[in-house]
């Protein structure tokens, strides 16, 4: 693997369910290549970190795809927006925010948190430049906030998914299943290939909570839409929480704009 590295450059190289050995992560940081790594909580971030790994991945419990927990069995299930806070507060590394970010307004939270950066993924499972099928774009656009689950039944390892009958099935039996990645077997002859509607019950289909926040368009295009998204979303934060000139030593006061005629139609403080 670490030779497949060496021979296809890249510039940006991320690990995910653990690290690497202390060795391997020298060798890369020798060639001048940044290294990312995944943390689920503060004290796997801290690990992150001491292992020289230039940036850590903050992934939060709403991610899509596989849980990047270092022990599988140990999940604390933390949501992104205690997690963020908390990783940045431990780390003097930048953080990535990942999990259920899908939009500008996540991007503009995820900032204010202390990330500096976001991974975003199932938020370009629709795009045309995705490897999904026909009919797995149009699911995931068509998702609800309740529709996926976690579950090891596709590779062993715990894995955000979409629930359908197959999974929904499986899900009674996870502590049965054979240990990643030896469930990969198993679960490939499951899936069907031809992409019809039908086959999609059998299909083990990686996305996150924000599945159906996105529809079709190009990954260029979901990109511009973001930066703008984000542009728009700090402006009227900004705009909402400046005080305006006469009342410059306000304190905020939920509601005092309904509780107020003269404040009504002006939402500043
Ligand atoms: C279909 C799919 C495949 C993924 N594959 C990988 C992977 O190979 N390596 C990795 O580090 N993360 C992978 N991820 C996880 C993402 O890096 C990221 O943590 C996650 O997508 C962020 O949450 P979101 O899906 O809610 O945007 C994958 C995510 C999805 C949805």
Same mark, same amino acid.
């Given at each position: 693997?670490?030779?497949?590295?060496?021979?296809?450059?890249?510039?940006?190289?991320?690990?995910?369910?653990?690290?690497?050995?202390?060795?391997?992560?020298?060798?890369?940081?020798?060639?001048?290549?940044?290294?990312?790594?995944?943390?689920?909580?503060?004290?796997?971030?801290?690990?992150?970190?001491?292992?020289?790994?230039?940036?850590?991945?903050?992934?939060?419990?709403?991610?899509?795809?596989?849980?990047?927990?270092?022990?599988?069995?140990?999940?604390?299930?933390?949501?992104?927006?205690?997690?963020?806070?908390?990783?940045?507060?431990?780390?003097?590394?930048?953080?990535?925010?990942?999990?259920?970010?899908?939009?500008?307004?996540?991007?503009?939270?995820?900032? $204010?948190?202390?990330?500096?950066?976001?991974?975003?993924?199932?938020?370009?499972?629709?795009?045309?430049?995705?490897?999904?099928?026909?009919?797995?774009?149009?699911?995931?656009?068509? $998702?609800?906030?309740?529709?996926?689950?976690?579950?090891?039944?596709?590779?062993?390892?715990?894995?955000?998914?979409l629930r359908?009958?197959?999974?929904?099935?499986?899900?009674?039996?996870?502590?049965?299943?054979?240990?990643?990645p030896r469930?990969?077997?198993?679960?490939?002859?499951?899936?069907?290939?031809n992409g019809?509607?039908?086959?999609?019950?059998?299909?083990?289909?990686?996305?996150?909570?924000?599945?159906?926040?996105?529809?079709?368009?190009?990954?260029?295009?979901?990109?511009?839409?973001?930066?703008?998204?984000?542009?728009?979303?700090?402006?009227?934060?900004?705009?909402?929480?400046?005080?305006?000139?006469?009342?410059?030593?306000?304190?905020?006061?939920?509601?005092?704009?309904? $509780?107020?005629?003269?404040?009504?139609?002006?939402?500043?403080?």
């Open positions: 693997m670490l030779r497949l590295l060496f021979e296809l450059p890249p510039s940006v190289i991320s690990f995910h369910l653990g690290l690497p050995s202390l060795e391997m992560i020298a060798a890369l940081k020798e060639k001048g290549w940044c290294v990312l790594a995944t943390a689920t909580t503060v004290g796997e971030a801290r690990a992150v970190e001491a292992a020289g790994i230039d940036v850590v991945v903050a992934q939060g419990w709403e991610a899509g795809g596989h849980r990047g927990v270092f022990n599988a069995k140990l999940d604390a299930q933390i949501g992104l927006l205690s997690l963020v806070p908390q990783i940045v507060d431990a780390v003097s590394i930048p953080v990535i925010a990942a999990g259920g970010i899908a939009d500008g307004r996540g991007i503009a939270a995820a900032l $204010a948190l202390g990330a500096s950066g976001v991974q975003l993924g199932t938020a370009f499972l629709s795009t045309k430049e995705s490897g999904a099928s026909d009919a797995a774009k149009s699911r995931v656009s068509t $998702a609800k906030d309740t529709d996926t689950v976690v579950s090891r039944a596709f590779s062993g390892r715990p894995a955000r998914l359908n009958r197959v999974v929904d099935a499986l899900l009674p039996l996870d502590e049965e299943f054979l240990e990643f469930m990969l077997e198993v679960t490939r002859r499951l899936q069907s290939r019809s509607e039908t086959s999609l019950d059998f299909e083990f289909l990686l996305f996150g909570q924000s599945a159906g926040m996105r529809s079709a368009g190009s990954a260029p295009e979901l990109l511009n839409n973001l930066v703008h998204e984000t542009t728009e979303a700090v402006r009227d934060i900004v705009a909402e929480w400046t005080p305006s000139p006469s009342n410059a030593d306000a304190i905020p006061v939920m509601g005092a704009e309904c $509780a107020s005629d003269e404040i009504a139609g002006d939402r500043r403080f």
